[in-house]
RNA sequence: GGCCCUAUCGUCUAACGGUUAGGACAUCAGAUUUUCAAUCUGGUAAUCAGGGUUCGAUUCCCUGUAGGGUCACCA
């Protein structure tokens, strides 16, 4: 029996720091590790850069992990998110490869900077900023690389302890060779070459218990065994970098994949400061997460014919890094709008009408799990009822958000527009009035008030006037006080009969008023 | 500025040397509708420029141009 060799099992990581609000681009580079381990049956992992100490909290990584989750992106390791989808914040992970928090990990990077110093593959730097960076000015202005130019490389170890004792500043640099060619196949755009002459000695910490990200990031790859770094096209200059710490280290280099960016309107990377693109705004703003997956899987990657439409599953599926797109695209929300227009109209009512309660607090309070009251006007309803209503709007949403200010109207006892509205084309003030009488006798006669039924009834009177909208845009808009809404008939029978004739007297009197 | 990456409709993209350069969103027009939406039909709209290689370049090579990224004791 020979043993089979055993393919490198592919893992995947996600790797960000909580500095700032999720946005669109890190929710991508999650989406993208995520479909690439699970159509290679791979693992996930999440793993929290928070070496920052002043820039990382604990909230921004709380929301993190959320949105994530909202997305539906499952990590196999890292931090772990209870029940109660609080984060766990004691030192409690899935995976063998604990801690996921850089912050916890110190031990390890002190091992490992240890190993370099001793080695010779790293020295301590007594250079002040200013020095450093008067010098890459210099070198800038010349026309030269900015680099670091090796002042402090060939102190002696004595020196430097020497130096260390009277209580200078220093900090840790990685020996770059110098003139060497770093080499490496990126998935995505094939060879890319850079010479270490053009990157210099870089810092890897600022004293044994402060690692900074080059070096962390080096090792953990290493150290969680990481197959595939799929990244952002930012740290393609990074990776040099990562590469010769890694050799130095004696690690082996995983594959490496440079996603293109997303950009904004202007083309410029997305940045975690932009507001805009912040995951907040999408579960704020209405937008369901497999539409939002479903779109952002679309940036930058398409599945080589015309499909548009994916569950997590089918992208599963479909995925690979060859059909990653080289440019960067820029993000543009019409098309997330019509994507998630789609999946709202294919939602069951009892979903949709689930999805937008969220958004009706301002007029409804759940009294009980299937009773709601309306605060306005203390009325009970119930789910039912509310079916009713946002089954009348499923084909005019985009986004739950707009749920608000479309049924409002069923939830205020009085309802405010200009008399203008009312006005359909050349129509004159007794020609409005007469519409309205006309629409409030046949509704007064009608016992069955069902749409059904006010339809016909009205449609008899509408069909004898020159245009039907005489007769029905006056009754719209005292029903609903829009311009825009769900057929009248629909209107009237939720709002039910007594209602109806309240509003269209109200309306009656607008007019007579004025 | 050095280094690196990129370049097809307004936007996301297809066409792995031979197509009337395809699709989607947006937009415009029409149908439907009392309005809006949805739906259906149709239209406008692109290969950055210049050189090569080739019988033939969106596609390969070079140069230019433009855009982006990066050059932290941030990640």
């Known amino acids: 029996m020979t043993p089979k060799k055993e393919e490198k099992r592919i893992r995947t990581r996600y790797a960000p720091s909580p500095t700032g609000p999720l946005h669109i681009g890190g929710v991508r580079t999650a989406l993208f590790n995520y479909l690439f381990a699970k159509k290679n049956n791979g693992d996930f992992i999440l793993r929290i850069e928070d070496t920052d100490k002043e820039r990382s909290t604990k909230e921004y990584e709380q929301q993190l992990l959320k949105a994530l989750e909202w997305f539906n992106l499952k990590w196999d390791e890292g931090p772990v998110l209870s029940d109660q989808k609080e984060i766990d914040f004691g030192s409690h992970y899935i995976g063998e490869c604990a801690p996921y928090r850089q912050s916890e990990r110190g031990e390890v990077y002190k091992k490992y900077l240890q190993k370099l110093l001793d080695e010779n593959n790293a020295y301590y730097c007594f250079c002040t900023k200013e020095e450093v960076e008067a010098q890459k000015q210099y070198l800038m202005s010349i026309g030269e690389s900015p680099i670091y130019l090796g002042k402090c490389r060939s102190l002696t170890k004595e020196q430097a302890e020497e130096l260390k004792k009277q209580g200078k500043d220093c900090v840790i640099r990685f020996r770059t060779s110098e003139n060497i060619k770093i080499k490496f196949n990126d998935l995505i755009r094939g060879d890319i070459e850079i010479n270490s002459a053009t990157m210099g000695d870089f810092v890897i910490a600022k004293d044994l218990d402060t690692p900074l990200y080059n070096f962390t990031c080096a090792v953990d790859d290493a150290e969680m065994q990481i197959s595939h770094v799929i990244r952002g096209e930012d740290h393609i200059s ?122 009706l607090s301002d007029f409804i309070e759940k009294t009980s799990i299937e009773t709601f009251k309306i605060k306005q006007t203390g009325e009970e309803i119930s789910v039912e009822w509310l079916e009713r209503i946002i089954v009348l709007y499923q084909e005019r949403l985009k986004k739950l958000s707009e749920i608000t200010e479309m049924i409002d109207l069923f939830f205020v006892n009085d309802l405010n527009y200009p008399k203008e509205l009312i006005k359909w084309k050349e129509m004159d003030d007794s020609q409005i009035i007469q519409s309205l009488e006309t629409s409030l006798m046949v509704l007064s006669q009608i016992e069955d008030f069902s749409a059904e039924n006010i339809q016909a009834q009205l449609f008899k009177e509408a069909e004898k006037m020159e245009n039907k909208g005489n007769l029905l845009w006056p009754l719209r808009v005292a029903l609903t006080g829009k311009k825009n809404s769900a057929p009248p008939f629909q209107i009237a029978e939720v709002l039910g009969k007594e209602k109806t004739i309240q509003r269209i007297k109200k309306a009656i009197k607008l007019i007579e008023h004025e």
């Open 238 to 359: 990074n990776t040099p970098k990562q590469i010769l710490l890694l050799k130095a280290l004696g690690f082996d280099e995983p594959k490496y994949a440079h996603l293109p960016l997303i950009l904004n309107e202007q083309r410029k990377k997305l940045s975690k400061r932009d507001g805009k693109t912040s995951v907040d705004e999408y579960i704020n703003g209405g937008y369901l997460p497999e539409a939002s997956i479903n779109f952002i899987a679309l940036l930058g990657w398409n599945p080589g014919d015309n499909r548009e439409i994916f569950s997590l599953e089918e992208l599963i599926k479909e995925f690979s890094l060859e059909k990653i797109q080289k440019a960067g695209a820029v993000f543009n929300i019409e098309k997330l709008d019509w994507i998630n227009g789609l999946y709202l109209r294919k939602k069951s009512i009892k979903e949709l009408t689930n999805l937008c309660i969220p958004f």
